[in-house]
């Protein structure tokens, strides 16, 4: 097991990083953004980092909802389910957003999109699945940027609805 990297000032961030920082001070949270050793641009990359079980990674995936794009934050421990989460949002299609979609909707790169940080909000969902885990790491903004929240502070810092996104 690896220990967490040390959080990074906030100036030695990359801008994108910065965003999702000056997001985590306004909401209150403590966690830092930091810089880690290699690009994470996958769950399993991302606990083998920071040391911790690939289920406290809160993923953030941007999917189309009808056409609409919404962020999915889901645990690194599973699959989305499509047809799991058309009905938690009551949706006809959900299918991935395509990396020019992620980028517009999130100003980030998929592998490093935060769960805040965007120029818009998004409306979200929440993996319940995360609410096991006492610490998550989420990406900073970045590939090489993670930073560590409580389910509590994901799911107010997104007004994200907890939901089911994949079947047991």
């Known amino acids: 097991m690896t220990t967490a990297p040390d959080a990074t000032s906030s100036s030695d961030l990359p801008r994108r990083a910065q965003d999702v920082q000056a997001a985590l001070d306004e909401a209150g949270v403590d966690g830092r953004v930091r810089v880690v050793a290699t690009p994470a641009r996958t769950a399993k990359d991302a606990a083998e980092l920071v040391g911790c079980e690939v289920g406290a990674i809160a993923n953030s995936l941007v999917v189309m909802a009808d056409g609409a794009p919404i ?8 699959r989305v389910d499509f047809e799991v989460l058309e009905r938690a949002l009551g949706v006809v299609e959900v299918h991935m957003a395509s990396a020019d979609e992620v980028r517009y909707a999130t ?11 965007h120029p818009a909000p998004l409306q979200t969902v929440v993996d319940e699945a995360l609410r096991q885990h006492e610490q998550l790491w989420a990406a900073g903004g970045t590939p090489d940027t993670l930073f560590p929240l409580t389910f509590d502070e994901l799911v107010r810092i997104t007004g994200g609805e907890v939901v089911q996104v994949a079947k047991d």
């Open 107 to 117: 100003g980030q790169v998929i592998g490093g999109v935060a769960p805040v940080g």
């Open 71 to 78: 962020l999915a934050m889901t645990s690194g421990a599973h």
